[in-house]
């Protein structure tokens, strides 16, 4: 069975991208985590480190505005060439030649109940607001903010007693294995 070849983009401690890993090893996996690229030094590239896999770090600092870093983050999941590109807590918008290049194959994972709540501060402005229902989305991305179609939901209660870290974590366990699915299924469907 050959695998869908998928790159994964991050930015912090990649929880994500580590649940993306171990669904890897499971011999009926569809997707094969070909690449990870980070936009700094990411504690999470220690996942990828550890399962051997090819890692890059596309720095805005190195280079000399934001078009340049567009292209060469561009240039560096192009080099993977993956079939699908999975934003996994990547925390910079991605620009033109990255979507020109992998439009409609590059989703996102966002710890909200999209439309609300879009942007950086997605769980710290759903616990500000006081609902009582949040949740994690799974999208498309497209040229907007967290505005992509939207592929998978899946919801937390909001406890009293929650403070940002603590219902982030609880989002988190089920943001895991809801983005897992996806990529599974959209793997899978190629
Ligand atoms: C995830 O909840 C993601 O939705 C958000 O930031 C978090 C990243 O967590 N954008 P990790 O780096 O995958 O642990």
Redesign the pocket.
Known sequence: MTRTPVAVL??????????LLRAAQEPTCPYAVVGVIADRE?S?LEHARGAGIPIEVVRLADHADRAAWDRALTAAVTRLEPELVV?????KLVGPPLLAAFGGRII????ALLPAFPG?H??RDALAHGVKITG?SVIEVDAGVDTGRILAQTAVDVLETDTEDTL?ER??AV??PL?VDVVRRLAAAR
């Open positions: 991050i930015s912090g401690t990649g929880s994500n991208l580590a649940a990411a999470g934003l996994a807590g990547f925390m996102n994972t966002h710890p950086a997605g769980v994690a982030h989002i988190k943001e895991q983005l």
